[in-house]
């Protein structure tokens, strides 16, 4: 499976340091094979701290700790839920060295993937989770990120993913599988969408008989989670095996090229947007403690080197999902900042909690000001991101409107086999593209 891995897995640092203090990924560590093959903790989500890689043997099934957990329901908070659908979708990837190529499409498609999906009638509200996945002997087997609503938290631990390991063909499909099933946090509503995206480009290896292909092809199915797989390559074994599961439980399966089919395309506007956007990252004030005034900082930080598309991308999704259900003129105004977390407070979004923040929870810029000087400065910041927002949101639909125009949506492409599924199985839930 390590076969030379392609170039463009020669991948990007990831966030800057200081994004979070506890990793928001839960590692599972490289193990023996258990002893016993009982029924593995799995079966009922078990609160253990991440550890790091290891040889001993893991003593059961981790779950979600640190930012990504925090980060849960934030834009909930922003959003108006009302009657909104809810669909909630796990990718699980296949994260080995000849993977580099989806892997890094990947990372400047997760916002369109998400703004699509969004763009549906009524607008739905969106969790996504990770799990990315390798095999015994490798720096990790799993490495899990919860359901979330965050997507800015969801696009920075993609980001840090890279592509590395593998060698002997088979991979521990069947972990990756099996967490996803039972570790992340789903729904038990029977009304909400559950769907599972494995994407790989080899067969389940025969590990522990815990963690069984098969079994947690079931399990899904049991659990009213649709699986589609989407096969990286031509592998004949893989073909077999994604078929199996995706049949089980009333998924599709796609076949694409081994990279992931997905190309940037340019535009007049990119340069302007990126622009425009990296400005507008800079115009963010955040109070709270000062590890999460850094978390928060970092995160804005990180949307400046978005390429245009991704940037367009986001725009959209923010807009859709924060401004659904409210008037044209409100949902126009909605803020497309990333939404403060881990106990930070966005000043720009709410300046009255100036009144309520002690002398060390202001943020730098603010410290040593008199308060009608501190008031001045948010007011003053906050005019200048709303036009910033306003001049980006603008280029964000002139870009897309000349997409629409010259440069119809690569059919066969990982994003575009994403949105088939989605459109064909979210009309069971009352959703239409």
């Given amino acids: ?34 002893t016993t093959t009982a029924k593995p903790a799995a079966e009922k989500p078990a609160t253990v701290k991440p550890t790091k890689p290891t040889d001993t043997p893991a003593t059961g099934p981790q779950a979600p700790t640190g930012q990504g ?34 892997l890094e499409g990947a990372k400047q498609k997760i916002f369109s993937i998400a703004s699509r999906i969004a763009k549906g009638k009524p607008t739905p509200h969106l969790k996504v989770a990770l799990v990315a996945y390798r095999d015994q002997g490798d720096a990790y087997v799993t490495k899990r990120f919860d359901l979330s609503d965050d997507m800015d938290s969801m696009f920075a631990e993609l980001r840090k993913l890279d592509a590395n390991g593998g060698g002997d063909h088979p991979e521990h ?91 940037a395309v340019a535009t007049p506007f990119d ?7 990296a400005e507008l990252a ?45 008037s044209a003129p409100s949902a126009g105004a909605v803020s497309s900042a990333p939404a403060a977390v881990a106990g930070g407070v966005d000043l720009l979004e709410k300046p009255a909690a100036l009144d309520t923040l002690k002398d060390d929870e202001l943020p730098q810029e603010l410290k040593g000001l008199k308060k009608e000087e501190q008031a001045a400065k948010v007011k003053q910041l906050t005019a200048e991101r709303k036009v910033l927002e306003e001049k980006v949101a603008k280029l964000a639909t002139e870009r897309d409107q000349w997409l629409t125009k010259n440069a119809p949506t690569k059919e066969d492409a990982f994003d575009a086999n994403v949105m088939k599924s989605v459109k064909k199985q979210a009309a069971s839930f009352g959703v239409t593209y």
């Avoid at 804005?300 to 999704?317: F, H, L, W």
């Fill in 69 to 102: 957990a925090q980060a849960q329901g934030q834009d909930a908070q922003v959003q108006p839920q009302g009657a909104r659908p809810e669909i909630e979708v796990a990718f699980v990837l296949d994260t080995t060295g000849s993977m580099g190529g989806l």
């Fill in 282 to 326: 800079s115009k963010t004030l955040y109070g709270g403690r000062a590890e999460a005034q850094a978390v928060n900082r970092a995160r804005a930080e990180a949307t400046k080197g978005m390429a245009a598309e991704a940037v367009a991308d986001r725009i959209s999704y923010m807009k859709t999902s924060r401004g659904a259900g409210k």
């Fill in 1 to 34: 499976m390590n076969l030379k891995p392609l170039s463009r897995a020669v991948l990007t640092a990831a966030l800057a340091t200081g994004l979070s203090a506890t990793s928001a990924w839960a590692v599972t560590p490289v193990s023996a094979p258990p």
């Fill in 173 to 263: 499909v069947g972990r990756g599988l099996g967490e996803a099933v039972s570790l992340l946090k789903w729904s038990q509503d029977r009304e909400v969408m559950k769907v599972i995206f494995l994407v790989g480009d080899a067969p389940p290896a025969q590990r522990e008989a815990a963690w069984d292909f098969k079994l947690w092809s079931k399990r899904a199915k049991e659990r009213h989670i649709v699986v589609n797989t989407v096969r990286c390559g031509s592998d004949s074994s893989t073909e077999e095996s994604w078929r199996y599961v995706a049949k089980l439980t009333d998924g599709t399966f796609d076949s694409i090229d081994a990279a992931g089919g997905m190309v």
């Fill in 271 to 277: 340069a302007e947007l990126s622009r425009v956007n």
